[in-house]
Each structure stands twice: as C-alpha cells, then as structure tokens.
C-alpha cells in the first residue's frame, strides 16, 4: 500500500501542469480530448492520502476498483480528488475530480465544483518521466465528510459529466486509518470558510 500511495503522491505531482491529447480512461478504448487546456504551472501544497475503498468508480461507463484517493491542493487554489484506479492493464490509471472555489458548510463537510476530469495512463505522454494527464472540460461535484486537521475523513463522493456527456462517478469510504497529511509548503487558503 506504501508503494501504491509514493506512485499516487508521484502522479500528483506531475498532474500541476498538464496538456491536452488523446487519452486512455480504460486499457482498451481511447476518450478523446477535444478541448485545450487553461496552462498552469501550479505546484502542490498539500496533500492528504485516505485508506479506504472505492464502492463506486464509474469511468466513462466502466466500472473499477480503486487502490487509494488523495487529496491534492495546488499553491494557486486548484483542487484534485485523485484516485489510483485499480486496473490490472495500467499501474500509472489515475482519474482526478479538478476544481475550484472549495466551500466549508461545517466542519465536518467540505463541496468542490467540478470543472475538469484529469485522466491519466500508461500511454500518455511523459514529463521527467510521469505521464502528463489530459484534460477534459466536465461540470460536477465532490463532497467529503470529515475534515484533516482532525485525520478523519469518513468518505468522498463525487460525480461529474464531461463535455463529449462521459460520466466520472466516485463513493470512496474511508476504512477508518488516519489521513496522512503533508503540508509540501506555505500557500495562501483558497477554501471559503465561514467558520473563520
């Protein structure tokens, strides 16, 4: 599982900037990307990985198991819900929920507009080495339960339609480990709490 969460926290890394080309949602059958991507040169900044497992991942109409789901905040305020999917054909499989403007209803609850897919794959290009995600332009959202200065997250659920009307579905519960929190650097907050 260690193994599993380095090669997520790796892939989260590479998916700061990302550019646009056809990608592969599943082993078999290319999604492609019809829309250019906003560029970014965004470094993470924080990054929460969740024990748990996936009762629900739905990748355009395809149904997956998942390894682990990160958290990842970028230093300019995008958010990714990552998940290493669990596909026996393609160990770099990661589908991200992207977005931003984050809000807090409480403490314990947490909501992320949806406003991009990030897919990733064996045979996407590389950059040092990780493959580059694409991008697609989806609507939808996230919601967590539970908050990380607390280490508990209880799940995450997400669900999101992109612009060729591919559904993204997530429900991951959490097993009730600990988050592992790492705080990469300083940034300025990009959440809308109304509790501060």
């Known amino acids: 599982m260690r193994l599993c969460k380095a090669a997520l926290a790796a892939t989260l890394v590479s998916l700061a900037s990302s550019w646009a080309s056809p990608c592969f949602a599943e082993s078999s059958a290319a999604i492609p990307v019809n829309n250019p991507p906003a560029q970014q040169n965004a470094l993470i900044d924080l990054l929460a990985l ?3 497992h996936c009762k629900t991942l739905k990748v355009a109409g395809r149904t997956f198991d998942c390894k682990t789901v990160a958290y990842a905040h970028g230093d300019k305020g995008r958010v990714n819900f990552a998940v290493a999917v669990d596909d026996p054909t393609d160990e770099n499989h990661v589908v991200s929920f992207s977005g931003e403007n984050g809000k807090r209803a409480d403490d314990n609850s947490y909501e992320l507009p949806i406003d991009r897919m990030l897919l990733n794959s064996k045979d996407r290009p590389k950059v040092d080495g990780l493959p580059v995600p694409a991008e697609q332009a989806s609507t939808g959202i996230c919601r967590q339960t539970g908050n990380f200065a607390a280490k508990k997250v209880n799940d995450v659920t997400c669900s ?37």
Do not use: C, H, N, W
């Not at 993204?168 to 109304?194: K, M």
């Open 50 to 52: 969740m024990s748990g």
């Open 160 to 196: 999101a339609t992109d612009s060729e009307g591919r559904r993204y579905e997530l429900l991951f519960v959490s097993d009730g480990t600990p988050v592992s929190v790492r705080r990469i650097r300083q940034s300025s907050p990009s959440i809308q709490d109304p509790f501060k």
